[in-house]
């Protein structure tokens, strides 16, 4: 199968699960949904790219799956998913500095990149001022804990060198799909005319996110 045909399938699957989205959990929607991302890990497996990126989006195929159903239990470890997915993205974009403290280290050395990191976390901050005292007690670190990943994520791929606005841009998007959809299960009322368009907006930062990154190495 030609990486043209792998990418058209991974939209296609991508942009029918918009159609799904609303619908009840099932097998088949989360199937879709989980489709989209398994493709754009096969794509970069087919294009020889760095193992991390293609075991990132792996991961983050089966982080997918388990958020396409409503349980905490689903939740937790679709966020366990994506938090090491996000660790292999730190690994990943860490690399063309020698590691994760040369990759901070050229950070605080450039005046843009340390604006940058240093508006991402304020953001982080009141994101997490925000949402915590709605967050049950038992999920509290384990958000925490995502959200320090997360933004670690963001500011190390401020430094990558190949393609470094497309991944910059989709690492952004994947931080802010993660944002609304943290104030879509935490904070926002269930009946609030919000959460669809919430819901909706989540899908499409998410997969634009990893689109972006998939097709930048």
Do not use: C
Not at 144 to 154: A, H
């Amino acid at each position: 199968m030609s990486q043209l045909a792998v990418l058209m399938l991974s939209v296609a699957s991508a942009t029918t699960y918009l159609f799904q989205l609303r619908q009840p959990p099932s097998i088949s929607r989360a199937a879709t949904k989980t489709a989209s991302t398994t493709l754009l890990s096969f794509l970069t497996y087919i294009r020889h790219s760095p193992s991390p990126l293609t075991t990132a989006l792996a991961l983050g195929s089966l982080g997918d799956a388990f958020l396409a159903f409503d349980s905490d239990v689903a939740f937790l470890r679709g966020l366990a998913s994506f938090l090491v997915a996000h660790l292999l993205y730190i690994r990943l974009f860490a690399e063309q500095h020698g590691g994760l403290l040369s990759t901070l280290t050229v950070v605080s050395f450039d005046t843009t990149l340390t604006a940058a990191a240093g508006g991402l976390a304020s953001l982080v901050a009141i994101l997490l001022v925000v949402l915590l005292p709605g967050v049950a007690s038992d999920l509290r670190l384990p958000v925490l804990i995502y959200s320090l990943t997360i933004f670690t994520m963001g500011v190390v791929a401020t430094a990558v060198e190949i393609n470094r606005q497309q991944v910059l841009t989709g690492a952004l998007l994947f931080t802010a799909s993660d944002a609304i959809l943290a104030l879509d299960r935490f904070l926002v009322a269930p009946e609030s005319p919000l959460r669809s368009v919430m819901q909706y907006s989540v899908w499409t930062l998410y997969y634009s996110g990893q689109l972006l990154i998939a097709l930048g190495f």
